[in-house]
Structure formats: C-alpha cells, structure tokens
C-alpha cells in the first residue's frame, strides 16, 4: 500500500467519525440556538402583553392580521414551537415554520433594515441574528434534527417494534 493511498485511508476514517459525531451535536446546538432566542421572544411578549400590543400596533407591520391577533399570535407561537425545534421532535416541519416566521418577522419590522430591506439582506450587518438564525434553521430543514433529537429517538423506537412485531429482532442473553 502507497504511503499516499495509506493517507487517503486515513483521512476519509477520521473525517467519517468526525462527521458522524460532530454532526448530530452541531445540528443540537444549532436548534438549541435558535430555539432558545425565540422562546426568549416569548418570554418578553407575554412578560408585557401592553407592550406588546404596543409594537404590533405602532411599530410590526404584519400583513393580513389585526395587530391584537398578530400579537398574541406572534407571541404564542415563540412560546410553543421553539420546544419542538430545540428537542427535535417533528424537526423538519417545525424548522421551517420557525424558518417562514423568521422571515415574516424581520420584513415586518423596517427599524431593523434603516437603509433598505436589500442593502441590510446583503450586508453583514442588516439583521444579522435573524439570518444566522434562518441560515442554523435551514440547516435543520435540509439534513434533519439529527441523531441527538426526538424524532431519532422515535424513529429508532418505531424500527425496533416493527422488527420485534415480525420476530427479526432478538434480546441477547447473558
């Protein structure tokens, strides 16, 4: 075997396990994040409800709600879906309602976008937390929640029951 070909066997190894262990904890992390600054969010709306209202009548532009609704709405929402985006259950489809959210709520509020909505979308400066956050969020959307998530969790519970149902599955005995 060529010193080369040693190399390459090398590397692809390493950066196998590297992947296969590093992925899943990016991936929590990542949803942790991102669940933890909406459910933050939450927090504050519901802390001051009157304050609330407040911005979503004078400041949120939401289209097509009554600000009272977009309010509690809005509110509901950050208190809610962050659980099933942090603990990855049913990660996919709740990454990407948090992802249509994310982008509803910073093209809602112009104060965060002061030079125009395209030069802040194309400078690193422009809303910057809620494209990192639409960035760790279609990451979620694109590859899953992960190993370390409750939909693996049940994934791995469904197989493990379906192959004790048809009697391929087998407990080891000491």
Same mark, same amino acid.
């Given at each position: ?13 390493a ?6 262990? #590093?992925?899943?904890?990016?991936? %929590? ?7 933890? =600054? ?16 407040? %911005? ?6 939401? *289209? #097509?709600?009554? *600000?009272?609704? $977009? ?17 990855? %259950?049913?990660?996919?489809?709740? $990454? #990407?309602? %948090?992802?249509v959210?994310?982008?509803?709520a910073?093209?809602?509020? *112009?104060?965060?976008? *002061? ?8 400078? =690193? ?6 494209k ?6 279609? =990451? ?7 190993? #370390?998530?409750?939909?693996?969790? $049940?994934r ?6 379906r ?12």
């Open positions: 075997m060529s010193m080369i070909s040693h190399i390459n066997g090398c590397y692809t190894r950066t196998g396990e590297l992947a296969r262990w #590093l992925g899943p904890v990016t991936l %929590l992390c990542m949803r942790v994040w991102v669940a933890q =600054a909406f459910w933050q969010a939450g927090l504050v709306k519901i802390a001051d409800p009157m304050g609330t209202r407040f %911005l979503f009548e004078n400041m949120y532009h939401v *289209p #097509l709600l009554a *600000p009272d609704f $977009a309010a509690s709405l809005g509110t509901w929402i950050e208190l809610v879906v962050p659980w099933f985006v942090g603990m990855g %259950l049913f990660g996919r489809p709740f $990454a #990407l309602f %948090l992802f959210y994310n982008i509803i910073f093209t809602s509020f *112009p104060a965060l976008w *002061p030079h125009g909505f395209w030069h802040g979308l194309f400078n =690193a400066t422009g809303f910057a937390d809620h990192v956050w639409g960035l760790m969020l279609m =990451a979620v959307v694109a590859w899953g929640p992960g190993r #370390l998530s409750l939909d693996a969790l $049940a791995f519970a469904w197989r493990r029951g192959q004790a149902a048809r009697g391929t599955w087998t407990t080891r005995r000491c």
